[in-house]
C-alpha cells in the first residue's frame, strides 16, 4: 500500500514509518521544515513539504497516490492556549479527512488517545463504558472532538478507525525528558502510594495495533490499545527512571494536597487567561494520580491486535539503549 502518514518526524511517526517499510509499505509523510523532510527521508519516507495546519497542493498530489492514511500528529502539552490545541487537534484533522476522501483515499486511521474519555478515575474501562462527556483539559478534549470527526466519516468508501492509545513509552522518548530531568534534580515525588494503575503501551506494540488496523474490515470504530499488562504507575516509573541509570526515591505528595494545588493552579490559569504551561494541572492528577486503565480485548478481538513486546522485553531495550550511548 501506499500511506500517507503525519507526524512523521516525531516519535510515534520515526518508530511506526520504518515498521510499515518493514512490511512493503510504500510511505509518504508529512514535514514541515527541512530539517523534518531530512528525518523523514532517512527513515526511509517520501517527505511531502506541507503544514498541517495550511494543507496545500503538496499534500492533495500525495493523498492522489495514496489508499490510507495514518494520521498521528498532534498539539500534546498542558498548556491552556486554546488556538495551537484547536487549530492543530480539530480543524487539521478536518482539513486532512476532507482532502482524503477528495482524492480517493481508502482508509483513514487516526491516532487519538485514551484520555478522549472523560472522567476520574477510569478502572478497566471497554469503549461501550465511556460517556458522550468531553474531558475538560484541552489536549484529550480536542482529541475526543477530532476523533468524533473522523468516525462520522466512516463509509462503504472510506473507512475510518480511531486507536487509542494511553501513555506511549519506548526508547528515545522526548515527552520522558521532563520526568528524567525532575529525577536527575531530586524534584521527583510519587502522587499518593503510586500504587494506581496505569495503562501503557510501547512502540513497538502501537506498532502492532496500526498494522491490524491496516488489514481489518472493520470501520467507524474506536479501540483502546495496550501493552495488555495492568501495573502500578510506581513499578512502572521506577523501571523506566532506572534503566536510565536515574533512582527515583521515596518521597511523595498526598493526592488531595496535589488535587488542591493543580485546582488552585486552573483557577488562576482560567481567571487570568494566562496561556503559559502551569506547575500543575489537573491533567496531570487524573492521568498519574488516580488509575487510568483500560480494557483493550475489543482490539484484540477485532482488529486481531497482538502485542509485539512485553512490558519486561521493553524495559530490557530501554537499559540497552541506555549502555550503548
Not at 498530489?61 to 480539530?90: P, Q, R
Not at 470527526?149 to 486507536?163: D, G, H, M, Q, R
Not at 519486561?312 to 541506555?322: F, R, S
Request: hydrophobic letters at 40%; aromatic letters at 10%; one cysteine or more.
Amino acid at each position: 500500500m501506499n500511506i500517507f502518514v503525519t507526524g512523521g518526524s516525531g516519535f510515534v511517526g520515526q518508530n511506526i514509518i520504518p515498521q510499515l517499510i518493514q512490511n512493503g509499505h510504500t510511505i509518504y509523510a508529512l514535514a514541515r521544515s527541512q530539517k523534518s523532510a531530512r528525518k523523514v527521508d532517512k527513515l526511509g519516507a517520501i517527505p511531502v513539504l506541507d503544514d498541517l495546519v495550511s494543507l496545500s497542493e503538496n499534500t492533495e498530489e500525495a493523498l492522489s497516490y495514496c489508499d490510507v492514511v495514518v494520521h498521528s500528529a498532534a498539539y500534546m502539552g498542558f498548556t491552556y492556549d486554546k488556538k495551537n490545541f484547536y487549530d492543530i487537534n480539530v480543524k487539521a484533522t478536518e482539513s486532512l479527512l476532507s482532502l482524503s476522501k477528495k482524492n480517493k483515499v481508502r482508509k483513514f486511521i487516526y491516532i487519538s488517545a485514551a484520555p478522549v474519555i472523560a472522567g476520574s478515575p477510569i478502572i478497566n474501562a471497554k469503549e461501550i463504558d465511556a460517556s458522550f462527556e468531553l474531558p475538560k483539559a484541552l489536549y484529550p478534549k480536542t482529541k475526543a472532538i477530532a476523533e468524533r470527526k473522523v468516525l462520522a466519516e466512516n463509509s462503504k468508501s472510506f473507512t475510518t478507525i480511531s486507536l487509542r492509545p494511553p501513555a506511549i513509552w519506548g526508547n528515545n522518548n522526548h515527552h520522558y525528558e521532563e520526568i528524567f530531568a525532575r529525577a536527575v534534580e531530586g524534584k521527583w515525588k510519587w502522587l499518593g502510594k503510586g500504587d494506581q494503575i496505569l495503562s501503557t503501551i510501547h512502540i513497538k506494540n502501537l506498532g502492532n495495533a496500526i498494522m491490524a488496523a491496516l488489514t481489518s474490515q472493520k470501520g467507524g470504530e474506536a479501540y483502546f490499545v495496550t501493552d495488555g499488562e495492568r501495573r502500578p504507575m510506581k513499578d512502572f516509573f521506577t523501571a523506566v527512571l532506572r534503566s536510565q541509570g536515574i533512582e527515583p526515591g521515596n518521597e511523595s505528595i498526598s493526592l488531595p494536597f496535589a488535587s488542591f494545588i493543580a485546582n488552585t493552579v486552573d483557577i488562576v490559569w482560567r481567571t487570568f487567561g494566562l496561556k503559559s504551561k502551569p506547575p500543575v494541572a489537573p491533567i496531570m492528577i487524573r492521568l498519574m494520580g488516580r488509575e487510568f486503565s483500560v480494557d483493550d480485548s475489543k482490539a484484540r478481538t477485532e482488529l486481531g491486535y497482538k502485542n509485539a513486546i512485553s512490558i519486561k522485553e521493553g524495559i530490557a531495550e530501554l537499559y540497552e539503549n541506555t549502555l550503548s550511548k
